[in-house]
């Protein structure tokens, strides 16, 4: 998404934001009060790890409230623009543009806290023989130019897949996972139209293992049983990994992202006592629990 | 309002001005609400024609480009494009399919319920086609994602269960009942006079179906299938989980496509307020105005050609 084309909106976001922020001000939020709500808005990605850290929570701080809701990275930051949430969940980093915005709306600075790491997996048919695949070669599937078209094309021929075709499933265009994708496999390059792009993680899971001829991406923690995981290297002769949390933390698996948790400035009362929480043992074991990768200062107190 | 009338009016004057007064009231309000959906429709395209408009009369905006180019890239990173054509050959392709399945079945239902059928049976079909239509669309979603999308990769050559005619068959599924009932109403419309005529004349059940009722009640029969269509046309849920939500001209009908309502349901949400993308999207929905309203005109024009025949 390019910046030079996002400054001029801000413009003419900022009025309806004002009154947002007005509004705000006037209802206030009350962090002290008996009951204390916690709003957390923001990545499809994170959604189900904020939830399962909601939930707990309540047994944790029985009073406070801790409110999830999905959406998308751009929605949390948007509704963090906007003031409405004390808490955004993004599976990206804030773009200069929006922390910008923030910024000339708030009068304060995100702050960023980085609350663990998602690996994007390749899925496939569990009866397509492939085991691992190159970033070259995704990038011949899923990219504009790309000119990989079959499975025939990179030695692979799958039972079921009477048509050879690669189907791609990807995800819808305002997806955190679709721009992580795109940024880091394609290299900025635009996709190939014609994938299938589903509106959720779990969807591609879901569509890839019915249709023999379908690869996906979508986070690790999705993974099913019937569904196939492939190795990926970064280049053709390099080693490829699987995903996981040894490989994620000393980054030989490549496409892996942090995941992170923004506030308005340094988050205060309840939410501070959330986040700290987030990132303690208990919390981390949550995230694992997830499917995702806790943070290697959580993991040095994990138990082997 | 002439001589027989003129001693009610005296006796209104003796009751009290107070229920002249109401009856004025109420005429006013039936008048409204008469009016009110001219209002409705009138000012829900200037709201989506506000929210556009500063899109369509920027320098960037290419009209050429937005209705016949197939690239559709509103968030690229390197180059933004917005070219609506595979959404729109998506949502007229999903549509036409659900029609060619849903006249055929939808018609011969509203011919047998009024005209072939007892009244048990009757009564009985008319519950269940109307329960049938009272299903959600996000179920029929379901439908299409979990059995009729298994179904097709294990019996067709589709690569994938999701696809145009997945979609086609489940919004025949959704506007069949639509299309029955109005079309039932639309037979039983017809004076029994007609019947009779025919009957006495010597017709067969099927001469009397063809040659006396399908005229007769063609204006109305063409209104349920107008409607099916607007329902094909408009449904969002259904379609995005159906279809596959792919980008591309279809080639054939196993081929996934993506509709331009599909498109809106799922890219709104994120697009942020204000931008390009937003302003593009409710351009799209000004598109689908445009594209039901031609869909009625013709068919208005239509019949209106025939009845000066």
Redo the contacts between chains.
């Keep these: 998404?390019?910046h030079a084309?996002?400054i001029p909106?801000a413009l003419?976001?900022g009025l309806?934001a004002m009154v947002a922020v007005a509004s705000l001000a006037s209802s206030g939020c009350r962090p002290r009060a008996e009951g204390v709500a916690i709003q957390n808005k923001g990545s499809d990605t994170m959604v189900n790890v904020a939830q399962a850290w909601a939930e707990s929570y309540q047994k944790v701080a029985p009073g406070v409230n801790v409110e999830v809701s999905g959406?998308?990275s751009?929605?949390g930051i948007?509704a963090l623009i906007r003031g409405t949430v004390h808490i955004a969940n993004a599976s990206r980093d804030v773009k200069p543009g929006e922390a910008d915005q923030i910024r000339r709306n708030t009068g304060l600075d995100p702050k960023d806290f980085t609350v663990g790491y998602d690996a994007l997996a390749m899925y496939v048919h569990p009866d397509n023989p492939l085991e691992a695949i190159t970033f070259d070669q995704l990038s011949g599937i899923y990219r504009e130019d790309g000119m990989l078209v079959r499975w025939s094309q990179i030695g692979s021929k799958v039972p079921g897949?009477?048509?050879d075709?690669i189907?791609r499933v990807s995800r819808?265009?305002?997806?955190g996972t679709?721009?992580f994708f795109?940024?880091r496999v394609l290299a900025?390059?635009?996709f190939k139209?014609?994938?299938?792009?589903?509106?959720g993680s779990k969807e591609v899971v879901?569509?890839v293992s019915?249709?023999?001829?379908?690869i996906g991406y979508s986070g690790m923690g999705y993974a099913t049983p019937s569904v196939k995981i492939l190795k990926v290297a970064r280049r053709a002769g390099e080693p490829a990994y699987p995903p996981t949390i040894e490989t994620t933390w000393n980054r030989t698996y490549p496409i892996a992202r942090s995941l992170h948790m923004y506030t308005l400035g340094m988050p205060q009362g309840p939410a501070k006592a959330y986040l700290e929480w987030v990132l303690s043992p208990d919390g981390q074991r949550i995230l694992e629990e997830s499917g995702y990768v806790p943070v290697p200062t959580a993991a040095v107190t994990r138990e082997p | 309002m002439d001589t027989t009338t003129a001693p009610r009016t005296a006796g209104m004057r003796k009751r009290s001005s107070w229920s002249l007064l109401g009856e004025q009231a109420v005429e006013a309000a039936i008048r409204l609400s008469g009016i009110s959906a001219i209002v409705f429709v009138l000012a829900i395209f200037l709201f989506i024609f506000r929210e556009a408009a500063p899109v369509v009369f920027s320098d960037q905006f290419n009209p050429l480009e937005f209705l016949f180019s197939v690239q559709w890239y509103p968030t690229s990173a390197v180059d933004i494009r917005y070219g609506t054509l595979a959404l729109t050959a998506g949502t007229a392709g999903v549509t036409l399919l659900a029609m060619v399945l849903a006249v055929p079945f939808g018609l011969g239902a509203a011919i047998f319920v009024s005209e072939f059928c007892g009244p048990r049976v009757r009564e009985s079909l008319k519950v269940v086609i109307e329960l049938l239509a009272a299903i959600p669309s996000v179920v029929w979603g379901f439908v299409a994602l979990t059995v009729v999308s298994r179904l097709m990769v294990e019996y067709t050559s589709a690569p994938v269960g999701v696809n145009m005619l997945n979609g086609g068959i489940i919004l025949a599924l959704m506007s069949v009942p639509i299309i029955v009932s109005i079309g039932e109403d639309a037979l039983r419309a017809v004076p029994d006079s007609y019947r009779e005529a025919a009957v006495a004349m010597g017709a067969t059940r099927w001469q009397l179906v063809f040659r006396v009722l399908l005229p007769a009640a063609k204006n109305g029969l063409l209104a349920a299938v107008l409607l099916g269509v607007g329902r094909a046309v408009g449904e969002t849920m259904a379609v995005l989980m159906a279809t596959g939500h792919a980008v591309q001209m279809p080639h054939g009908i196993l081929d996934s496509v993506r509709t331009l309502t599909a498109n809106i349901a799922a890219e709104l949400g994120e697009a942020p307020a204000g931008s390009d993308h937003y302003r593009i999207l409710f351009l799209t929905g000004i598109q689908l105005f445009v594209i039901t309203f031609a869909v009625n005109l013709t068919a208005d024009l239509v019949v209106r050609g025939t009845r000066r025949k």
């Design positions: 998404m390019s084309f996002r909106l003419t976001t309806a959406g998308g751009g929605t948007a897949c009477k048509s075709e189907v819808q265009s305002s997806s679709y721009e795109r940024e900025n390059r635009d139209l014609g994938s299938r792009d589903l509106n879901e569509l019915t249709t023999p001829c379908a």
